[in-house]
């Protein structure tokens, strides 16, 4: 079965930080660009880091330049965002994409990041 699962999501306060995970299964996972994103309430998804399957390259939306990490370990079939200096601007739900050229998209489920004291 195809799937990405996200976890690590939940309430912190600002300041804090996060580490989200990605968990691939039932496809090959090394041959598909990954990327975050994110939906806030009210809100158009939006891009937030992406890595190619190497992990050589990686982009960023600007408003998480400096504060957000993307990595991947193509040996666990994983893709970790791991979230510092959270803003509660980062509020949203967010999803973990796998993405392969002609082949199409790959969406996990989503995981809830709340930023609030």
């Known amino acids: 079965q195809v799937q990405l699962v996200e976890s690590g999501g939940g309430l912190v306060q600002p300041g804090g930080s996060l580490r989200l995970s990605c968990a691939a299964s039932g496809f090959t996972f090394s041959s598909y660009a990954m990327s975050w994103y994110r939906q806030a309430p009210g809100k158009e998804r939006e891009l937030v880091a992406s890595?190619?399957?190497?992990?050589?390259?990686?982009t960023w939306a600007d408003s998480v330049k400096g504060r957000f990490t993307i990595s991947r370990d193509n040996a666990k079939n994983t893709v970790d965002l791991q979230m510092n200096n959270l803003k509660p601007e980062d509020t949203a739900v967010y999803y973990c994409k796998a993405n392969r050229f002609l082949w199409g998209d790959i969406w996990g489920q989503g995981t809830q990041v709340t930023v609030s004291s």
């Open positions: 890595i190619t399957t190497t992990g050589d390259t990686t």
